[in-house]
């Protein structure tokens, strides 16, 4: 069974910075795309980042470019994701998600979240 | 950035009631489509991806179609798990947008 498991979000200034993690279980975790997806309060889904299965192509929401890095650790089954600069609107829960296959395409498997709170 | 607009935002339909939600693509994403289903205080699921290819252990009553811009979803006979928000989503081009949601609530 494929089970992801978030952690490292919480409060945190604007301006701050955050580092969540994904651990994954259950998988070959280095043959898939791994994503980050969040949602905010009330609202919908933004596909926030993605890294292919062995990390050489990465890709970026314009909203957060500059400011976040994914990255992952295949021989840890573990997913990142550093988040700088944080702002308001980076509020949301985000999601760790798996791949159906080794780039970006459809995400097949998603965690339960974690919480990232930017505020004074 | 592909927009992708669904409608409608809520809908209300009776348990056993065909339901048919609808997602616009902004520019064509051939079949490159998905549609999610979230629960309140749950994930995302994967329902459907390819427009029409049901995710593993996805209910049969659940179908999709359509191509290019405009895309269904159909939930045949919607059972009372079925009650939830919907999300499409294409991969034709990063970043990967989703729709708004459809709320699909009980009549």
Redesign the interface.
């Known amino acids: 069974e494929v089970q992801l498991l978030e952690s490292g979000g919480g409060l945190v200034q604007p301006g701050g910075s955050l580092r969540l993690s994904c651990a994954a279980s259950g998988f070959t975790f280095s043959s898939y795309a791994m994503s980050w997806?969040r949602q905010a309060p009330g609202g919908?889904?933004?596909?926030v980042s993605?890294i292919a299965s062995s990390g050489g192509n990465t890709?970026y929401?314009?909203s957060v470019k500059g400011r976040f890095t994914i990255s992952r650790d295949n021989s840890k089954n573990t997913l990142y994701l550093q988040m700088n600069s944080l702002r308001g609107e980076d509020t949301a829960l985000y999601?760790c998600a798996k791949d159906?296959r080794s780039s970006?395409?459809?995400?097949?498997?998603?965690?339960?979240?974690t919480l990232v709170t930017v505020s004074s | 950035?592909i927009v992708m607009t669904q409608s409608p935002a809520t809908l209300s339909v009776s348990p056993g009631e065909r339901a048919t939600l609808s997602c616009r693509a902004s520019q064509s994403v051939s079949s490159n489509l998905?549609w999610?289903q979230q629960k309140p205080g749950?994930?995302?699921?994967?329902l459907i991806?390819g427009a029409s290819t049901r995710?593993?252990g996805i209910p049969d009553r659940f179908s999709g179609g359509g191509s290019g811009t405009e895309f269904t979803l159909t939930i045949s006979s919607p059972q009372s798990e079925d009650f939830a928000v919907y999300?499409c989503?294409q991969?034709s081009n990063?970043?990967?947008?989703?729709?708004?949601?459809t709320k699909v609530e009980i009549k």
């Not at chain 1, 970006?104 to 979240?113: N, T």
């Not at chain 2, 749950?42 to 994967?46: E, G, I, N, S």
């Not at chain 2, 990063?94 to 949601?101: D, I, K, S």
Request: net charge negative; charged share 10%; with cysteine.
């Open positions: 997806v919908g889904l933004e596909w993605a890709y929401a314009d999601y159906l970006w395409y459809y995400l097949d498997s998603w965690g339960q979240g | 950035e998905a999610y749950q994930a995302p699921r994967l991806y995710a593993t999300y989503q991969c990063w970043p990967g947008t989703f729709g708004q949601g």
